[in-house]
């Protein structure tokens, strides 16, 4: 059935600015920019002020929806949180290395862009990975064997962490014995909350 | 952007298809999704399907379903005819519908008409052109 009107607003914190045109959301904050296009979804995008508080909302309308329409609002909602979070925040996802007997050696290249990992299970191939636009990688310090990667946006700091881990897979053994690997640990903000 | 013509009781719209085509009716009640119970005050009472209406900018203000006297006399509250001739869409539906009922002597006249405004537009064209010119 349609559902003849299904919308969801979510508050736009102060520090922040918004622009809403065509359904490409541009966000700003002390961190930098990003944008957004959604032109792919069948959703109003408005930006209201409301009454009671004077505070700055986002409402996401969608006109006789089916199920998969409606459950699209707030999957956007939450894109343009993690938009948000980024803005202000920004996102560190750090990774560890795993290995059993071969050390995985691993140098950064590129100020910071792209990462070459050797002797990987002991295997001679060089992996090379480059990092995508916006997103930094360093060995953290203190730490033994560990990868940080920071960036703005969620959706570049996951992909990156997720090329780093599929050029490290196992092939032809069996992964329950060989848990040699990058995997990520922890995925977090950069900005610490108090 | 968001909508501001919305179908409630009261909204008055009008009938883009079908054998009341070009009236002006006020939808009175909604029946289910796709159908709605429009009246004028002068048609029966009946159904029709939101995509026979135009919705208008002009709401009046009645309860569901009312009578015809209470109807009409919320129309006039409304001053519906008014509003409706004073807008610029009912305009240029009063305009359309004389441009079609002329008859050739009317045109003839319309031709001559136009031929002498734009007679007239031409010599102050020339006039200011002189102007600029010197």
């Known amino acids: 059935m349609k559902t003849i009107l299904s ?64 459950a ?9 949180t993690n938009l948000i979070n980024g803005v202000t925040k920004g996102y560190r996802y750090k990774m560890r290395f795993v290995y059993a007997h071969f050390p995985i050696n691993a140098s950064i290249t590129n100020s910071a862009t792209a990462i070459e990992i050797r002797n990987f299970l002991g295997e001679k191939r060089v992996r090379k990975v480059d990092m995508l636009e916006g997103v930094s990688v360093i060995r953290s310090e203190k730490v033994k064997d560990e990868l940080v990667l920071e960036g703005n946006d969620i959706e570049l700091v996951s992909r990156s962490a997720a090329l780093i881990n599929q050029k490290c897979h196992v092939k032809n053994k069996d992964i329950r014995k060989f848990l040699d690997g990058i995997y990520v640990s922890e995925k977090g903000t950069i900005a610490e909350e108090e | 952007m968001p909508f501001k013509r919305y179908v409630e009781i009261g909204r008055v719209a009008l009938v883009n298809y079908g054998k009341e085509y070009g009236k002006l009716v006020v939808i009175v009640d909604v029946i289910d999704q796709n159908r709605a119970l429009v009246d004028a005050p002068d048609m029966v009472r009946s159904q029709m399907n939101f995509k026979r209406l135009s919705l208008t900018d002009i709401k009046i203000d009645i309860k569901r379903v009312p009578k015809k006297k209470t109807l009409i006399a919320a129309m006039e509250a409304a001053d ?55």
């Open chain 1, 72 to 80: 699209a609002i707030r999957t956007a909602l939450s894109h343009v």
């Open chain 2, 80 to 134: 519906v005819k008014g509003k409706w001739e004073k807008s610029s869409w009912g305009r240029k539906l009063i305009v359309q519908k004389r441009r079609a009922s002329l008859n050739d002597f009317d045109r003839f006249k319309l031709m001559l008409a136009k031929i002498k405004r734009a007679g007239v537009v031409r010599q102050e064209l020339a006039k200011l052109k002189k102007e600029t010119a010197a």
């Open chain 1, 7 to 70: 919308s969801d607003t979510m508050d736009i914190p102060d520090g922040v600015k918004i622009k809403v045109k065509a359904k490409v959301i541009e966000v700003e904050g002390p961190r930098g920019k990003l944008s957004r296009n959604f032109k792919h979804l069948n959703l109003d995008f408005q930006l209201i002020t409301d009454e009671a508080t004077g505070k700055k909302k986002l409402k996401i309308d969608a006109w006789f929806g089916s199920r998969k329409t409606t």
